[in-house]
């Protein structure tokens, strides 16, 4: 830990000394992924409720030339208000810390981030993926590979139905990577429960998902696994309600000429407001949900070893 740049929060400082459980969270969410004030509220609330749960948050970004494992309200504050924070992952991971710039991390930052800290589970809303039209652009989120390198388990509401969902599954597959759904068949799709698609995989329980992470690193294989956890049925808008919002954001986003990092999120904006917020409460809602789940595969995890 001494050369490693790593500041850790007071509270996670004493979960690691007693092995207790700790669940990793993003920061991108908060600066790109929601507007001010509800990013702050939610991610207070996911903290809130990590704990409720009996487990210890931890929300990561870099500040200072240090990776933030733990942030306090006031920096969780500032990083909510903040405009031009950097959007961060693998590749800019340690530019930004070099060079003294504020940053939020992604999912493969976070995943890269909480391994250094120890942290085995991280609970975020939505992984990145292949998207629509990769195959001229390319477009292949950093989460994807990460998952096949970096041994987190990640807990997110499957992919975001702005993607590309049969293409990113069939990528997940080449690369190794274990895709979970939690308590049903399908392969969820962010705001709605279901893709239409089947999961390769299926658990019904924190403590088998658990045992899954642990027999992977006993067998030697790099890398963590994806745990799919559908949105409640109560905050979910269906694939027919939302697909009209998601086929009109992506048009703006091709007609304006959006591309790389801004590409998702341009798309959260802007179905945001197609939606007249009903696809933030949907968000805030299935974070909530991951982080409850990711609070029990931890303590799972922290009785295991
Ligand atoms: N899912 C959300 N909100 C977000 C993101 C995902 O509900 O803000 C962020 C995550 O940080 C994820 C990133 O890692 O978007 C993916 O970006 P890209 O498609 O550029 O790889
Ligand atoms: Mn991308």
């Given amino acids: 830990m001494i050369d490693l740049p790593l500041t850790l929060s007071p509270e996670v400082t004493e979960a690691r000394a007693n092995g207790a459980a ?27 409720e990590i704990r409720r749960q009996g487990a210890v948050p931890a929300t990561i970004a870099i500040m200072d030339r240090r990776i933030h494992i733990g942030l306090t309200d ?8 903040a405009k031009s924070v950097a959007k961060l992952s693998r590749a800019d991971l340690a530019a930004c810390l070099a060079s003294g710039g504020t940053g939020a991390t992604t999912v493969a930052a976070t995943m890269i981030c909480a391994h250094l800290a120890g942290i085995r589970v991280f609970a975020t809303g939505g992984i990145g993926g292949v998207h629509r039209g990769a195959e001229t652009s390319f477009d292949i989120s950093a989460d994807l590979r990460e998952l096949a390198e970096t041994p987190v388990t990640v807990v997110a509401a499957g992919a975001k139905a702005i993607l590309d969902l049969p293409k990113t599954l069939e990528y997940l597959e080449t690369l190794g990577v274990p895709v979970i759904a939690c308590g049903q068949d399908d392969f969820p799709a ?3 429960r279901s893709s239409g698609l089947k999961a390769p995989l299926r658990m ?9 992470h642990l027999m992977r690193a006993r067998l030697g294989l790099p890398g963590g696994q994806l745990v799919a956890n559908p949105i409640p049925p109560d905050a979910e808008i269906t694939l027919a309600e939302i697909t009209p919002q998601i086929e009109a954001a992506l048009a703006e986003a091709t007609a304006k000429g959006i591309a790389a990092k801004a590409v998702t999120p341009f ?14 409460a949907a968000n805030i809602a299935l974070v909530l949900n991951n ?6 595969i931890a303590r799972e995890l922290a009785a295991k070893a």
Avoid: K
């Fill in 22 to 48: 700790i669940v990793a969270l993003e920061s991108t969410i908060i600066t790109h992924g929601m507007p001010f004030p509800q990013n702050v509220e939610t991610a207070r609330r996911v903290e809130a």
């Fill in 74 to 81: 006031a920096q969780l504050d500032a990083l909510g208000q």
């Fill in 190 to 192: 962010f705001w709605s």
């Fill in 204 to 212: 019904d329980s924190a403590a088998d998902i658990a045992a899954a």
């Fill in 267 to 280: 798309l959260l904006q802007r179905i945001f407001e197609l939606t007249e917020g009903r696809s933030l």
């Fill in 291 to 296: 982080a409850r789940l990711g609070a029990a």
